[in-house]
């Protein structure tokens, strides 16, 4: 039982080059989540999905698009990398709440480094 | 709009007194709050959580007091240690089916010093 899985932990991007960051996890919650923790900053929503087929805008959307076909994965695309995008990318997932005083405990992947130059 | 503030970006404490670390949520839907400590090169990982049902929750050295007239939460660790330097964030969740996402606050890098 991993959990959440990110792939690739390192990346260097040119400008303009485009790469999809996976995320995967075998809890079978259905939110799934993509933050971005730049240096010395807090976490950033970029996208989130409330299931599969299901996929909203957080915070900090422009520059990325997401998919979720599966509950499985959840994978971050970036089109034309920018300088900007220079951050540390984390994966999130939690369960339903299942009532009104449930556990929501998030769960992170280790992150995926991002560097575009 | 930040629904979940942590208006201290950095706190250092001695090691061995305690560490109070506040979070402001604006939300007055969110039922359910999270404490997430963060090492360098590593995820966030979940301390402990508090229901809105109650006011406080212990575990070990880590208590968690929620204000819900205040719409304000802290962390207390007691007696802090060096391991527990870190970054912490606190987040906060709403009942509510198909939009039940966790907010989280900006973070607050603790340092514990020998």
């Known amino acids: 039982n991993a959990g959440v899985t990110q792939t690739p932990k390192f990346r260097i991007l040119k400008i303009g080059q485009s790469m999809t960051l996976q995320c995967a996890q075998d809890m079978n919650h259905n939110y799934m989540y993509w933050y971005r923790q730049d240096p010395g900053m807090g976490l950033k929503l970029i996208y989130y999905?409330?299931?599969?087929?299901?996929?909203d805008k957080g915070e900090v959307p422009n520059g990325y698009n997401v998919s979720r076909s599966t509950t499985e994965d959840f994978p971050l695309r970036l089109e034309l990398a920018a300088p900007s995008q220079t951050s540390v990318y984390f994966c999130?997932?939690?369960?339903?709440?299942?009532?009104?005083?449930?556990?929501?405990?998030?769960?992170f992947g280790q992150g995926t480094r991002l560097t575009v130059v | 709009d930040q629904q979940v503030k942590q208006n201290s970006p950095s706190l250092s404490v001695q090691e061995g007194r305690i560490s109070i670390l506040n979070c402001d949520y604006t939300?007055?839907?969110?039922?359910?709050f999270l404490w997430y400590k963060k090492y360098p090169a590593e995820g966030p990982t979940f301390l402990i959580s508090i229901s809105s049902i109650k006011d406080k929750n212990e575990d070990g050295r880590f208590t968690v007091f929620l204000n819900k007239s205040a719409k304000h939460l802290s962390l207390h660790i007691v007696p802090s240690q060096p391991g527990d330097s870190a970054v912490y964030f606190c987040a906060a969740s709403a009942f509510h089916f198909g939009n039940e996402k966790l907010t989280f606050g900006t973070g607050t890098r603790l340092t514990i010093i020998p």
């Open positions: 939300n007055s839907m969110f039922d359910y």
């Open positions: 999130a997932i939690s369960p339903d709440r299942g009532n009104s005083v449930g556990y929501t405990e998030a769960f």
């Open positions: 999905s409330v299931g599969a087929g299901i996929t």
